[in-house]
């Protein structure tokens, strides 16, 4: 297990489609008060894996929106390539996880299936791929003040007429968010880019996707964003 620390700094930070999610606020205005200024404070970010966030994408789930003829609005289109879905989704709002019916996610596929078919245009799917992190911030005091796990998961490997590798429900999700009473925590995640990893023959789909979030109080402003780069072979991978 990986474990990285910081200060009022940068840190590095990402599985799966969420089950289910959870939010719990701890702390009270008597515990603020008592503390003075430096409980307002955040002091230092830890960012470590966590496994049982993705251990279920082992399991094999049939590729998102497979039967829906409509995958949802152009996000862009770059060469042979197509990104359908959603180019920007709130995953935590005011400390809370954001609940959706509907699970937004993202497609790389071939224009030429993208744009009128469906998923069932493509077949060879791999299983599942996705990966997740915990993260906890501390205030000056050595409490855990705010704290999140996220995920992201997504679904490579899709074949059009034999050739190339595409991208199916891509995602990012929050879950067990814990957000101590006078702070307030904000995520969300954008589509950045789509490129092309192979040939314009062989095509091999590249997505790049943004997680912003924001934690405040009334003495701290911490902003963060971290780019992550899914490949259609299954790769996942942070972009320094």
């Known amino acids: 297990m990986c474990k990285l620390r910081m200060s009022f700094v940068s840190?590095?930070?990402?599985?799966l489609l969420s089950l289910g999610s959870s939010f719990a606020a701890v702390g009270t205005a008597q515990d603020g008060a008592l503390m003075g200024d430096d409980y307002f404070k955040i002091a230092s970010v830890e960012v470590e894996k966590d496994v049982a966030a993705y251990e279920v994408a082992d399991q094999y789930?049939?590729?998102?929106?497979?039967?829906d003829k409509n995958l949802g609005e152009v996000i862009m289109v770059v060469d042979q390539l197509i990104a359908l879905g959603k180019k920007i989704w709130p995953i935590i709002e005011a400390g809370r996880p954001v609940v959706n019916t509907n699970l937004p996610v993202v497609h790389v596929l071939p224009r030429?299936?993208?744009q009128d078919g469906s998923l069932y245009d493509l077949s060879n799917w791999d299983a599942p791929k996705a990966i997740g992190y915990?993260?906890?911030?501390?205030?000056?005091?050595?409490?855990?003040?705010?704290?999140?796990t996220y995920s992201i998961s997504f679904q490579p490997g899709g074949q059009f007429n034999g050739k190339g590798a595409y991208i199916?429900?891509?995602?990012v999700t929050a879950n067990n968010v814990k957000v101590s009473w006078g702070f307030d925590f904000s995520a969300k995640s954008?589509?950045?880019?789509?490129?092309?990893?192979?040939?314009?023959?062989?095509?091999?789909?590249g997505l790049t996707l943004k997680i912003s979030y924001i934690a405040k109080s009334v003495l701290s402003d911490i902003r963060n964003s971290y780019n992550y780069h899914l490949t259609g072979r299954g790769a996942i991978n942070q972009v320094e």
């Open 134 to 148: 915990r993260v906890t911030y501390k205030n000056f005091y050595g409490m855990e003040v705010i704290a999140f």
């Open 112 to 114: 030429e299936a993208g």
């Open 190 to 205: 954008e589509v950045v880019a789509i490129t092309n990893r192979g040939s314009r023959e062989n095509p091999v789909a």
């Open 61 to 67: 789930l049939a590729p998102t929106g497979a039967g």
């Open 168 to 171: 199916s429900g891509a995602s």
């Open 11 to 15: 840190v590095s930070l990402v599985g």
